[in-house]
């Protein structure tokens, strides 16, 4: 698949949260085609400290606005920067990068498929669930977080299927971490997505194999390239050390190594 | 337009950019971004003749103005280079040249041995500087005897353009460029990553799976450049400059210095198609300088 080095317009950055915005970006001809669970590699100017580029995932296209939107978790200097980013900036991306959720091509619209994302990991899980609900499927979301204000984009997951969620506080959705949700102990799922920190991606591994579901991670290990040239962000899998960047990020829960 | 070759023993660029080993994959991953085959040269990952898996994550700490690595030569082996690389790049319109690491003397003789019946790979770079392996690598590179005995033997066996890289980690480079020059190397490549370190301050634990690393980038320049001036100096054979470029004005720098060529490493991450406005920016400093040739600019640094 080609991959771009291109400026894009920033046509608007939303401030969705004190430590989150949504950028929107775009350019004068018809973006190029992107699938879900895919990332850019952005380049951050005027900050000292961000020297690499950062890898954010595609959180949505908009083909009608011809718009790319990639939700920011602010954690440091560079990710502050992108955060001030303002309407008419320009900004260097390459992109799309990595491989794909792996999507059923299937007749049997009613397969129950789960999407699982906590924190920032929600950003690919909606271009997941918009790609799934064009196909014909009714993805099924859980979403989770500290508290109700950092569930973001909630009436963009509704668009697309169902909704449920658990905060940490219990001030929105089912109290706890979306591993305890009650939704979990049905079972009966035919694939589950999943987005989000360490901890959490293990238990939705841990669950997945328990009851034999098959699953996909999105992995986020520091890169420095991006496009497979460098073999810094590798993760140990069971066909030895793969390139997140390249042969991931997404990546079938078979192939891991992690102690559970 | 001036001339822009440049030779390095009997191998002809047609510019002096080049980019790093490790740092640009086999040249294929960069062909969306641009025509790899307008620089003069890419050295290609290090290639040891067992296949290797590197070290464990987490491989890189970014740092101010650069980067460690600590990737530990992860590569398939020369045979899977052979068999399965080889054919890809072979066709390659540029010097495509494979950057050589060994863990024992017989390991660096058996790897170039085998690049050496490869028609369309005309020079080999030993890697004797990586400072993340355990055993052989950057321990070939600090010690003269050492440095001489590697490459005195893959002499014997490799007939092409043997480039040998140094490494940064030691007293005197000069002394082991001219303890390599008399072995046998037709030109000697530097600098390889410096040996340093990062530390999670929270976690109060080090970043790296190994601890220490290899630093690289734009913060490493100053240090590349001084030793490409101090070993251009103290050797007859060509130098290839590299450490920390990052546009064409450090390439002019580092061939002032004395460097015949350079190397793009790191800031290919930053900026893939970095090694192609090099090229432009040279020319055009020729130009702008009325320089016919970029050959009259190679250590012409006029330091009294
Ligand atoms: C494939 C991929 C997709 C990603 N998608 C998104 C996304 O959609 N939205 C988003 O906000 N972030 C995403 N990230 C994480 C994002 O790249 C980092 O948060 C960002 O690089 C931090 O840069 P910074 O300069 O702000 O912080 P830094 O100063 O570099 O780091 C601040 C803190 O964040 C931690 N950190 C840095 N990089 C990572 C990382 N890759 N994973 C976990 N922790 C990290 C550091 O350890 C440090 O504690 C993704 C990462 C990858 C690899
Ligand atoms: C991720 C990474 C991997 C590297 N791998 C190799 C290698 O396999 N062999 C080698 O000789 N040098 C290797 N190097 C060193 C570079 O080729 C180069 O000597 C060094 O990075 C300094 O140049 P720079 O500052 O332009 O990057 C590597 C560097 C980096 C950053
Ligand atoms: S980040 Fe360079 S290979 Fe993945």
């Avoid at chain 2, 960069?30 to 290797?52: A, E, L, Q």
């Avoid at chain 2, 019946?117 to 500087?129: F, V, W, Y």
């Avoid at chain 2, 940064?168 to 030109?187: C, F, K, L, M, Q």
């Avoid at chain 2, 109060?204 to 220490?212: A, D, F, V």
């Amino acid at each position: 698949m080609k991959k771009y080095l291109t400026d894009l317009v920033v046509s608007s950055n939303e401030r969705l949260h004190p430590n989150y915005c949504l950028l929107r970006l775009t350019q004068n001809v018809p973006l190029p085609e992107m699938f879900p669970g895919q990332f850019v590699e952005i380049k951050v100017e005027n900050s000292p400290a961000t020297f690499l580029r950062r890898p954010i995932s595609i959180n949505y296209v908009d083909r009608i606005k011809n718009e790319l939107w990639l939700l920011i978790q602010i954690v440091g200097d560079g990710t502050r920067k992108l955060s001030e980013l303002k309407e008419g900036d320009i900004v260097n991306l390459i992109y799309p990068l990595g491989n794909s959720f792996s999507i059923f091509d299937s007749q049997d619209k009613d397969k129950k498929l789960l999407l699982i994302g906590g924190g920032v990991g929600t950003a690919p899980m909606l271009f997941l669930g918009s790609k799934l609900k064009t196909l014909g499927y009714s993805p099924i979301f859980l979403l989770g977080a500290r508290t109700s204000s950092d569930l973001l984009q909630l009436e963009m997951f509704l668009q697309f299927g169902t909704v449920y969620t658990t905060t940490e506080d219990g001030s929105q959705g089912e109290k706890g971490y979306v591993t305890n949700h009650s939704i979990l102990k049905k079972r009966d799922f035919d694939m589950i997505y999943t987005c989000g920190p360490k901890p959490m991606m293990v238990s939705v591994v841990n669950y997945a194999k328990q009851i034999g579901i098959s699953c996909e991670v999105s992995l986020e290990n520091t890169m420095a390239c991006g496009i497979g040239a460098c073999l810094c962000c590798v993760e140990n899998t069971i066909e030895g050390h793969i390139c997140v960047c390249k042969e991931g990020p997404v990546v079938n829960i078979q192939k891991l190594t992690w102690q559970i | 337009m001036a001339n822009l070759n440049v030779n390095i023993g009997n191998l002809q660029l047609k510019n002096p950019v080049m980019t790093a080993s490790g740092t640009f994959g086999y040249g294929l991953e960069f062909s969306d971004f641009f025509d790899i085959s307008k620089i003069g040269g890419i050295f290609v990952k290090g290639t040891t003749i067992h296949h290797r898996e590197g070290n464990f994550y987490p491989r890189m700490a970014e740092t101010p103005s650069g980067m460690l690595n600590a990737v530990g030569l992860q590569n398939k082996g020369v045979d899977y280079f052979i068999s399965d690389i080889y054919p890809q790049i072979k066709d390659i319109d540029t010097n495509m040249i494979v950057n050589v690491s060994g863990s024992t003397i017989e390991d660096y003789i058996a790897c170039a041995e085998k690049v050496n019946d490869l028609p369309q790979i005309p020079a080999i770079e030993l890697n004797i500087s990586c400072p993340n392996v355990k055993k052989g690598g950057m321990a070939f590179g600090t010690n003269c005897q050492s440095a001489a005995e590697v490459v005195a033997a893959v002499r014997k066996v490799y007939h092409k353009t043997l480039i040998v890289k140094l490494s940064p980690n030691v007293t005197d480079i000069t002394e082991i460029a001219r303890s390599v020059e008399s072995a046998g190397a037709d030109a000697v490549s530097l600098i390889n990553t410096l040996l340093g370190m990062a530390i999670d301050a929270e976690k109060r634990k080090p970043i790296l799976s190994t601890i220490t690393g290899g630093l690289s980038g734009p913060c490493v320049k100053p240090v590349a450049l001084r030793m490409v001036w101090q070993t251009a100096k103290a050797v007859k054979i060509p130098v290839i400059g590299l450490g920390g470029i990052s546009n064409w004005k450090d390439a002019i720098e580092f061939i002032l210095a004395g460097a015949t060529a350079i190397q793009i490493g790191t800031y290919n991450f930053i900026d893939p198609t970095i090694s192609v406005k090099v090229v432009d920016g040279i020319n055009e400093y020729l130009d702008r300088h009325s320089f016919a040739s970029v050959k009259d600019l190679i250590g012409v640094l006029e330091c009294n």
